[in-house]
């Protein structure tokens, strides 16, 4: 075998660290024809490397079988093109983003794919963004969605500012998508179910006070498109009321 050259090798045995594998000592230096000073300097280089570029996984020794491995390493399985495809077809089907953020949230999920498979997934992204319509849809919603999410996850009361000042204090409990709009669903002081259109949030801010587990398991199996079909049916309603006394 011809000899390989210090970069080439360390290169070699970085590779198979980040595939989650293991580089066995004795096999390494007969694969490679070097001696074991050698292999051990090319072992402290990379472990030099990962120590100053601060990547938060170590090089580990196992006695056992004189081998190294990367402990706290959780190597990212790429995405298969039917889950890809899938994606793409829900994000867009949906209709909820804005242009800009649809566009950047594809793009993104395409790069989660196999990587003999990126240039298809560029052609479906490329031609999805250009029939895209956002009309009507002015405001960032991805933004916001994760700052509500994690007040969900962490059962924060908060406060909504809603349009013309309107403020309502609810426990958010999901979000939901229906009919092209994401839903915050929330359990609000009158002791009700209401879906608000995050869309029309215009800010919100927690009330510094937690709300009980107890609250969020009674409502897990709740259907959430049950609640935002009711309360489109009575605002409805309310609106024809409305429209006859007037």
């Not at 490329?126 to 969605?145: C, F, N, P, R, V």
């Amino acid at each position: 075998m011809a000899s390989i050259d210090k970069v080439t090798r360390i290169l070699m045995m970085y590779s198979r660290l980040l595939e989650g594998g293991k580089i066995y000592k004795k096999t390494f230096c007969a694969d490679m024809e070097i001696n074991r000073r050698t292999f051990d300097r090319d072992i402290e280089d990379i472990r030099l490397f990962l120590s100053e570029a601060y990547v938060g996984y170590d090089l580990v020794y196992d006695r056992k079988d004189e081998s190294y491995y990367l402990n706290n390493y959780h190597r990212q399985i790429p995405l298969s093109p039917m889950e890809v495809s899938f994606l793409l077809i829900m994000i867009k089907s949906e209709q909820v983003l804005r242009k800009d953020e649809y566009a950047q949230l594809i793009t993104n999920v395409s790069r989660t794919g196999v990587w003999n498979k990126q240039e298809m997934f560029t052609k479906i992204s490329l031609k999805d963004i250009e029939t895209y319509s956002d009309q009507g849809k002015g405001e960032a919603l991805l933004k916001m969605q994760w700052d509500l999410q994690q007040c969900i996850n962490e059962r924060d009361v908060i406060k909504l500012l809603l349009p013309d000042k309107e403020k309502k204090v609810v426990l958010p409990l999901a979000l939901w998508i229906a009919d092209g709009e994401l839903y915050l669903i929330g359990y609000g002081m009158t002791k009700k179910l209401e879906a608000v259109p995050v869309r029309e949030i215009e800010s919100f801010r927690m009330e510094q006070k937690k709300f009980s587990r107890e609250i969020a398991e009674q409502f897990k199996n709740t259907d959430w498109k049950k609640i935002i079909q009711e309360q489109k049916e009575r605002k409805k309603m309310e609106d024809g009321t409305t429209e006859k006394e007037n």
